[in-house]
């Protein structure tokens, strides 16, 4: 028998339309199907250059956007076609982390205001004190101790700092499958590091999966089981991120990893600066 899949993606096209009525068409995503498993828990990366359809899969994934065509099943579930109840148990079970983790806050509310919010919107506790224990776990998971962060405002954080408080509060709802939309390009690399390896230790520790909406196909390849490579809203390729990565076949994916630079010292990069008049 074979075992159905948490997240099914099949054949899912997002068309939308300029003018009155079903004018000028633009397809932004194109017969899209992807699967994600119960178990091992997996992260998956999807690829592409800006434009490629990546967040428009993303926010139908999450909920946002409905498809035009295709469908989207959660353990066998439509998601378009889930009531109120179930929906909601749909949002705890599917978290999202946004690029920018700045626009997650509201400036004018302390940073525990976010784990507050999740705590009594998904009735997670019992009591206060239960309540600081969570939170204090969830920051933990990721590095962080609350005493450092809850009693600050969002400006007072660095940008680090608020996106792994925004992967600590997805993980407090104990989810299936975090979307997370291009979390790292918005810190240094030190810290993207360190949000990279809590996406590691989610997926190992937690059996937490990942659908990880990137354009960098080097932390791709540092930390993704599978890719998929959108093109103009298809994908081009998909599969193993490291036989992807290793032996491309698409024209369009070889030539994203021939971009990639390589940090050779042999190799001197062109820092001439040429002005013209």
Known sequence: MTQTAMLDICDVTKNYYQGIGKGKCTSVLKNISLSIPEKPAKIIAVAGESGSGKTTLANVVLGFTKQTTGSVKFRGREVSSLNRQELAEYRRKVQAVFQDPYESYNPFYKVRHIFDMAIKN?????DKYE???????????VGIRGGEVLEKYPHQLSGGQRQRMMIARAYM??????????????VDASLRAIILDAMQRLRDEHNISFLYITHDLSTAYQICDDMVVLY???????GSAV??????????????IASIPVPDPDIQWDST????E
Request: hydrophobic content about 40%; overall charge negative; proline content about 7%.
């Open 232 to 238: 103009h809203g298809e994908i081009v390729e998909k």
């Open 273 to 276: 600066l040429t002005i013209s």
């Open 243 to 256: 036989d992807i990565i290793e032996r491309p076949n698409h024209p369009y994916v070889k030539q994203l």
């Open 173 to 186: 709802l104990k989810p299936d499958l975090i979307v997370a939309d291009e979390p790292v390009s918005m």
């Open 131 to 141: 309540a600081e224990q969570l939170i204090e776990n969830s920051l933990n998971v």
């Open 122 to 126: 998904f009735n997670l506790t019992k």
